[in-house]
């Protein structure tokens, strides 16, 4: 299968706090994993992402971590902002380097 | 860089007319995807072409959508007797795409509207 789940669907947080997005994935052979960021009337734009040759990615208060064994990879948010809120989306790979997204994650962050 | 240009950004069609959409990939990527977002069904991908071959087209409903990169610079994917179930935001995405797993850069998409 080439499912991706992602959970929560909303996820409401107070500026300051951390958000966390979790997916997981179905094909054994997926190799990359982007996370996407749509805000509203605009396109998805990556903001992070990882390989599987790596287990942890940081970037400008973006954390991934990637669990193979599991078929895990998750997006943390660290000390939130009201421009964090938006959609978020996570992908893996597969044949032929196509993206099977996840339903998405609206990140709602009260000031 | 202009980022990958899609047009129109939207269009209006009604049922039973022909929908042209049209991608112009960032200068340099070989690689053009098709996506297709909606509410509820979120994005899915329609096709891929990697230096104008088509790679995949899986994610094409059989009927009716046809894809095609003609040259280097642009692709267009084509919708006949469009249906209101073809409304959408259709994304188009770039990648380099040298022999490995790049990142994919999008367009601002074209939204479909089909009464």
């Known amino acids: 299968g080439e499912q991706v789940e992602q959970l929560p669907s909303i996820l409401r947080v107070q500026e300051g706090s951390s958000a966390s997005i979790n997916c997981t994935y179905e094909?054994?052979?997926?190799?990359?994993f982007p996370w996407y960021k749509q805000e509203p009337g605009e396109n998805p734009k990556l903001i992070i992402d990882?390989?599987?040759?790596?287990e942890r990615k940081q970037t400008q208060g973006l954390i991934v971590l990637l669990d193979k064994k599991a078929k895990r990879f998750s997006l943390h948010i660290t000390d939130t902002q009201p421009g964090d809120s938006a959609m978020y989306f996570c992908a893996g790979n597969s044949a032929g380097n196509k993206l099977t997204f996840g339903i998405g994650t609206r990140v709602l962050v009260r000031p | 860089n202009a980022g990958v240009i899609q047009t129109p950004r939207h269009k209006v069609t009604g049922k039973g007319q022909e929908a042209t959409l049209w991608c112009e990939p960032i200068s340099g990527h070989s690689a053009v995807f098709w996506y297709r977002q909606t509410i509820v069904q979120g994005l899915e991908f329609l096709t891929y072409?990697?230096?104008?071959?088509?790679?995949?087209d899986s994610g094409m409903p059989k009927e009716r959508f046809s894809a095609q990169m003609p040259n280097q610079s642009h692709s267009t994917l084509k919708i006949q007797s469009t249906q209101p179930q073809d409304s959408a935001v259709y994304l188009c995405?770039?990648?380099?795409?040298?022999?490995?797993?790049?990142?994919?850069?999008f367009g601002p998409g074209t939204r479909l509207t089909v009464l």
């Open positions: 072409f990697r230096n104008q071959a088509p790679i995949d």
């Open positions: 990882i390989r599987s040759n790596m």
């Open positions: 094909n054994s052979a997926s190799n990359y």
């Open positions: 995405a770039s990648s380099l795409a040298r022999g490995g797993t790049y990142e994919q850069y």
